[in-house]
């Protein structure tokens, strides 16, 4: 099965789970547990180091809301790209976050993108 057939539902109900623990992970700066559910693909492009300097450095990945508002999907390929209206506690305003969803090489369903702005 291609993951752009599954439903809304289907796919609100392994990506929110997912959103969570990445806003989660990227608030306590967890990198293990922030990467723990991304494909091989996107391991191998998320080095430690870097990723480390950007939770250092950047305050939009601390300080995550809880709760983001869903504002749709995008099926392209194989892949979706579920939106979020995301917002920070130490910051004003709102962001758009993207979480880009495939399945891997076992057929388990991954993160295959993750961003913020």
């Given at each position: 099965m291609?993951?752009?057939?599954?439903?809304?539902?289907?796919?609100l109900a392994i990506a929110n789970p997912f959103w969570n623990d990445l806003v989660k992970y990227s608030?306590?700066?967890?990198?293990?547990?922030?990467?723990?559910?991304f494909s091989e693909?996107?391991?191998?492009?998320?080095?430690e180091i870097e990723m480390g300097k950007q939770f250092a450095r950047s305050k939009l990945t601390k300080g995550l809301e809880k709760d983001p508002e869903?504002?749709?999907?995008?099926?392209r390929?194989?892949?979706?790209?579920?939106?979020?209206k995301q917002t920070n506690k130490n910051m004003d305003g709102?962001?758009?976050?993207?979480?880009?969803l495939g399945?891997?090489?076992?057929?388990e369903v991954k993160i295959f993108?993750?961003?913020?702005?």
């Open positions: 291609n993951i752009i057939e599954k439903t809304d539902e289907e796919l608030n306590n700066k967890n990198y293990g547990a922030f990467t723990r559910n693909e996107m391991l191998r492009g998320a080095n869903y504002l749709g999907m995008i099926r390929g194989e892949h979706v790209s579920v939106l979020f709102e962001y758009l976050g993207r979480l880009v399945y891997d090489e076992e057929g993108g993750a961003t913020i702005f």
